[in-house]
């Protein structure tokens, strides 16, 4: 069965430090997609990247950068010289490739709430 | 601007009421979606919808109900069987089913009981 588990529940930090939140997957399927969202307190989530599972190249985009790994059922995030603004809960979700009728939904973790503090 | 329009932001049902949230969306997406957050969990499946008038149940379908008779529009009802429909919903839509989309979301609507 799919699953998405994020064990970091919240994260306090200063303004300025590092921080990795933790995304572990599991699934069947040889063909899968992971997406990390963030829901700022406003509520809605924003899309911040997607990974298939063929391409385990690491992504930077400015001070965020993701590390997926395979071999470890890992995809997490870093943020890089925090600031307050980057304060959400962060989601982490699995999807499945599916074609025809199936459809590939969204198995979301439970979300890790990040503080910054100035 | 295109995005996902979710209305009321806050509502308050009565017991034994039914209430409806709204979701409209300019995207041209064929997929929409509607989610389910209480505090601390992820979010969880109700339905989603793949085309007009097609809609399928997600994980926790029960004591709601939906409609797709339009592309643009997925409206939610929350019925009086659903016991305990204090939460916070997400619609949701993308272009096209199968998993390897993203999805764009709503800011929400926060239900409450009176």
């Known amino acids: 069965a799919q699953k998405v588990t994020q064990a970091q529940t919240e994260i306090s930090v200063v303004e300025k430090e590092d921080v990795t939140l933790d995304c572990v997957y599991e699934t069947r399927d040889t063909t899968y997609y992971l997406f990390w969202y963030k829901q700022p307190p406003s509520g809605e989530l924003v899309f911040l990247i997607r990974r298939n599972s063929f391409d385990e190249q690491n992504e930077i985009s400015g001070r965020y950068s993701w590390n997926f790994q395979k071999s470890t059922s890992s995809f997490n995030f870093t943020i890089t010289a925090s600031q307050v603004v980057d304060s959400a809960v962060y989601f982490c979700?699995?999807?499945?490739?599916?074609?025809?009728?199936?459809?590939?939904?969204?198995?979301f973790g439970k979300g890790t709430k990040l503080s910054v503090k100035p | 601007d295109g995005g996902i329009t979710q209305s009321p932001k806050y509502l308050f049902r009565k017991e034994g009421q039914n209430v409806t949230l709204s979701c409209e969306q300019n995207l041209n997406h064929d997929a929409m979606y509607w989610y389910r957050q209480d505090p601390g969990q992820g979010l969880r499946l109700i339905y989603y919808?793949?085309?007009?008038?097609?809609?399928q149940k997600g994980d926790i379908a029960e004591g709601y109900s939906v409609s797709r008779e339009k592309k643009e529009s997925f409206p939610l009802t929350v019925t009086s069987a659903q016991k305990n429909p204090t939460a916070f919903y997400l619609c949701?839509?993308?272009?096209?089913?199968?998993?390897?989309?993203?999805?764009?979301f709503g800011d929400g609507t926060r239900l409450s009981i009176l």
């Open positions: 979700a699995l999807s499945e490739r599916r074609y025809g009728g199936s459809q590939g939904n969204l198995i």
């Open positions: 949701a839509s993308t272009w096209s089913p199968g998993g390897h989309q993203p999805q764009h």
């Open positions: 919808s793949q085309i007009v008038n097609d809609f």
